[in-house]
């Protein structure tokens, strides 16, 4: 019963990383990916992925979904909690100001935290909510 456990967990999270991969956001899975991404110049949205149901499931689609605006982050990346450990840990370390949250997004500009959606403002709301938080982020600190 243990190994179909493990072999449906994998497979969730398989899903859930090509699910926002799909959408156009770049995996980072080290420490050094993170930190050489974040440094770049420009606005970049880190989606803080994550199993969990609900909240995870109202949380990628809205990833995808709110890239249909013409205001976009240069860059979208995303960070696995529970899985890419270090990775999370590293992107989180960015966010000052702010509880680690999964799922959730984190907006930055040159490596600085401008705002997060956390996941108290994913979970139980609709998907269209949570794109149009992300839009409005999206509105004030992006440009065309």
């Known amino acids: ?38 440094a770049q110049k420009g606005t970049t949205l880190v989606m803080i992925n994550s199993v969990c149901g609900c909240a995870g499931g109202i949380a990628r689609p809205a990833a995808k979904y709110s890239l249909q605006y013409n205001k976009k982050p240069d860059q979208l990346v995303t960070v ?36 997060m959606i956390e996941r108290h403002e994913i979970e139980g709301h609709e998907p269209i909510q949570v794109v149009e938080k992300l839009q409005q982020a999206f509105e004030t600190y992006c440009e065309e």
Request: no cysteine.
């Open 1 to 38: 019963m243990n190994m179909n456990f493990n072999f449906f967990m994998n497979d969730v999270v398989r899903q859930a990383r090509e699910e926002i991969v799909e959408a156009g956001y770049k995996e980072l899975t080290t420490t050094e990916a993170v930190d050489e991404t974040l």
């Open 80 to 115: 696995f909690a529970g899985q890419d450990k270090e990775a999370t840990e590293k992107a989180r370390s960015y966010f000052t100001g702010y509880a680690p949250s999964s799922p959730s997004f984190a907006l930055l500009k040159d490596g600085k935290i401008l705002t």
